[in-house]
């Protein structure tokens, strides 16, 4: 039998970044019940990921008013805003291809990219934005080693998507009803089973 690895080693081996993980259906946490995250930065230090599929009673025509910002696109102010996560839920972080340079923009994969300051916005309001964008308010974050802990414990299902054209499906086309059961389709699981499984476990 073979020895279980320190988890300094796990920790090691396992990078997430740009990965998708999925909520198991046993998941409660009102935050993450039934959530679709798509993890931006993974290292020893810690994860940082965005909620992809909780849209909040909010617009981005909300989001101007809010910063006093004036519009000149009336189509940008239909953007729904969602709900990343509950860090720093008073400010903003856009995902958004191309991967366009803000003063505060970090790349994730190939032409897709985060940023977190304001002048995205301000590019918005003068139809200047990147073609595609997904603006949410605060994000998701793991201490070191806490995500690998969850993981290992089944709270989550990880789904690597090196296909930029489905990573940029799901983050920017499909609607945040069907993300669950599309990520599973992916992983080739059945979530209605699992719900099942997990209710019986």
């Known amino acids: 039998m073979s020895e279980q690895l320190p988890l300094s080693e ?41 909620i992809l599929n909780h849209p909040l ?14 519009c ?9 805003v969602h709900f990343g996560g509950p860090v720093q839920v008073e400010r903003g972080f856009v995902l958004h291809t191309p991967a366009t340079e803000f003063n505060t923009t970090l790349g994730l994969s190939e032409g897709l990219a985060m940023t977190s300051s304001k002048d995205i916005l301000e590019a918005a309001a003068r139809d200047q934005a990147p073609q595609d964008m997904f603006i949410a308010l605060g994000y998701t974050g793991w201490s070191s080693g806490q995500l690998e ?46 719900s099942e499984v997990a209710g019986h476990a």
């Open 57 to 70: 009673q909010l617009n981005v025509g909300d989001l101007f008013e809010q910063l006093d910002m004036a």
């Open 149 to 194: 802990d969850e993981i290992q414990a089944n709270a989550w299902l990880t789904l690597p998507l090196e296909d930029s054209e489905n990573l940029h499906k799901l983050i920017f086309t499909l609607p945040n009803d069907d993300k669950v059961l599309w990520a599973m389709q992916q992983l080739g699981v059945d979530y209605a089973t699992l």
């Open 72 to 80: 000149d696109a009336p189509h940008q102010q239909d953007r729904l």
């Open 10 to 50: 796990i920790s090691e081996r396992l990078n997430l970044t740009g990965q998708i993980l999925i909520a198991m259906p046993a998941m409660q946490d009102p935050y993450f019940s039934k959530s679709v995250i798509l993890i931006c930065s993974h290292d020893d230090d810690g994860a940082m990921g965005m």
